[in-house]
């Protein structure tokens, strides 16, 4: 198990950028996957970005792709999520999640797969 805890979030102007940062403790947080979700008031959770425990293979949804950036540092501990082109309809609690893979290139998706949260971070875009 590791524990995680999101920074980085804030108001930011549409067309602007964030980086948030997930920070784990523990010394296996090399061999998790990992990913980002958000959630918005009154809808469900939802899939961001997922990168494998090397940083080998990144996923994103079509409604992100090619404007967020998922990344990690495992001498640090810590995975990444840029966001740029920012729209107000990204606006949301943004959550980092991991799983344990024993070091294998899998990663996931669906939040029933993650077994390990963050708190989150708020993020508002205003138009």
């Known amino acids: 198990q590791v524990q995680l805890q999101e920074s980085g979030g804030g108001l930011v102007q549409a067309g602007g950028s964030l980086r948030l940062s997930c920070a784990a403790s523990?010394?296996?947080?090399?061999?998790?996957?990992m990913g980002w979700f958000r959630q918005a008031p009154g809808n469900e959770r939802e899939f961001v970005a997922a990168?494998?425990?090397?940083?080998?293979?990144?996923y994103y949804p079509i409604s992100v792709k090619g404007r967020f950036t998922i990344s990690r540092d495992n001498a640090k501990n810590t995975v990444y999520l840029q966001m740029n082109s920012l729209k107000p309809e990204d606006t949301a609690v943004y959550y980092c999640?991991?799983?344990?893979?024993?070091?294998?290139?899998?990663?996931?998706?669906?939040?029933?797969?993650?077994?390990?949260w963050g708190q989150g971070t708020q993020v508002t875009v205003s138009s």
């Open positions: 999640a991991g799983r344990d893979t024993s070091y294998s290139g899998r990663y996931y998706m669906r939040r029933e797969e993650y077994d390990n």
């Open positions: 990168i494998s425990w090397s940083g080998g293979s990144t």
């Open positions: 523990g010394r296996t947080f090399s061999r998790y996957a």
